[in-house]
């Protein structure tokens, strides 16, 4: 019996740290996959572009993506150079090049020119219920033409959900106070006010709580046509210092978030005090943050800015 539950547990020791890395794994895969196809046309040198929404947007998940991705790329391939999108952005700001969203053809002809390389990866990625689907691209940087690509799709546990903002399992996810579920007592957007028709129309409440000494500014921006990028809905507010507010009746899905101090946005040697500047790439240095958020139908979630 002893034998029986000492095993028991060990398996449960086991099984426990191997979920928790299991998106990182299968996206160690998917690098894998690529890697050996590329290998396979005899290319060596390689740009890290980088993982983005549907819509072209720059993400912090994204983010998270391209660095991993970058570092196994070099791990697989033996013969690999490989350049991470940090060096890139500082080569594509010196030729003035786009550095935001897909890469075009033009950009892709110019970036292998500059930096000398044969291939160049970039990717897409959709947050679903349970899993991350990831598609990787291998472009050949003298004709921008895709010549090999690989798909994975990445199972969330509850470190990348709380990055995202979301709950697996029915759990509550924090990660440095983002999209904490507001408890039943408390009064900024309590779950109870949600609208009643939540659950006909899939939609859901978001609150900003600015527990910093100064005012920000916040712009959400959400695509309700995934198919056409430029066709885009937006919400901006204000919050003073010490101020809570909510965006109500959001549809249940994945925004986008862009926050300032009221300092920076006002400043015209930085964000120049114009809504449309907080999505602006160019900009994004002068954010105190951005990244995604997710609204969950007939639920109530607030970020408390530090």
Known sequence: MRLVLTLSTLLMLLFIPLNAQDFDTQLEKLAEGLSQKISAKGKTKIAVWGFFTENGERTALGNYLTEDFSVYMTNFGDKFEVVDRNHLDVLLKEHQLNAEGYIDESTAKELGKIVAVDVIITGTYTVLNSIVKVRA???????????????????????????????????????????????????????????DDCEKFSTGDFCFSNTMGEKVIIKIVHYPDATYKYRKKQKVMTLAAGESKCFYTLPGRPFLYYLATWKNFTNPDKMKGAESFLSNGGFAKYLKDKGELRVETCKSKTYTIK
């Open 137 to 195: 691209k291998a472009l050949d940087s003298e004709t921008a033409s895709q010549f090999a690509a690989n798909m994975g799709s990445l199972p969330l546990n509850e470190n990348i959900a709380s990055y995202l903002g979301v709950s697996v399992n029915g759990g509550n996810s924090t990660n440095r106070g983002f999209n904490t579920s507001l408890n039943s007592n408390e009064t900024i957007n309590n779950p109870k006010t949600v609208d």
